[in-house]
């Protein structure tokens, strides 16, 4: 299975910080990959698919970038709301795989 | 408006069995990949099982394979995970998700998600 590694596991930051989360495929899976957010007691949500595009209905302050192992998800300028978890997923192959989780704290 | 709304879920010894139930309104279960996801307490989420939409083929994790059986009824319009032989590890919350699929890029991602059923597997 392409395991999924994500870094930091956990960040503080501030309302108004650029924040980013990246992601490593331990083999290439060109753009298949997907980003979900999760607040505590809820289910995931989609932020991103196809390593940049924005799912309908998501703020544009969420991004995304890469291709092949390396993935950037950034929050240009974090909102109260975005205290969450994030998680990164590839759809490549049969077996679907999501990163560890980074948890995104108030500092 | 499209719903998922999982049931089934509870307190289950070792070695048993549950059966969990996905009902969906909105769409058609038959028409997308439907998968169950799961979330050990405090962890990361994990693929479990994949009901293609083709005719109903499946796929499963290692860990749960022979063990859980996925299926749908399409009159129902609803998706289960039959899982027997339970361990200790099992115990997780367990989430429906719709799979969206764009067949000519072959991209695909969960775009609909249940609230999840919490199974705990415990003597």
């Known amino acids: 299975d392409i395991q999924m590694t994500q870094s930091p596991s956990s960040l503080s930051a501030s309302v108004g910080d650029r924040v980013t989360i990246t992601c490593r495929a331990s083999q290439s899976i060109r753009t298949y990959l997907n980003w979900y957010q999760q607040k505590p007691g809820k289910a995931p949500k989609v932020l991103i698919y196809?390593?940049?595009s924005l799912q309908s209905g998501v703020p544009s302050r969420f991004s995304g970038s890469g291709s092949g192992t390396d993935f950037t998800l950034t929050i240009s300028s974090l909102q109260p709301e975005d205290f969450a978890t994030y998680y990164c997923q590839q759809s490549l192959t049969v077996v679907w795989t999501f990163g560890q989780g980074t948890k995104v704290e108030i500092k | 408006e499209v719903q998922l709304v999982e049931s089934g879920g509870g307190l289950v010894q070792p070695g048993g069995s549950l059966r969990l139930s996905c009902a969906v309104s909105g769409f058609t279960v038959s028409n997308y990949w439907m998968h169950w996801v799961r979330q050990a307490p405090g962890k990361g989420l994990v693929w479990v099982s994949r009901?293609?939409?083709?005719?109903?083929?499946?796929s499963y994790a290692d860990s749960v394979k022979g063990r859980f059986t996925i299926s749908r009824d399409n009159a129902k319009n609803t998706l289960y995970l039959q899982m027997n032989s339970l361990r200790v590890e099992d115990t997780a919350v367990y989430y429906c998700?719709?799979?969206?699929?764009?067949?000519?890029?072959?991209?695909?991602?969960?775009?609909?998600w249940g609230q999840g059923t919490l199974v705990t597997v415990s003597s």
């Open positions: 196809e390593a940049s």
């Open positions: 009901m293609y939409s083709d005719g109903g083929s499946t």
């Open positions: 998700a719709r799979g969206k699929f764009y067949e000519n890029s072959g991209y695909s991602y969960y775009d609909y």
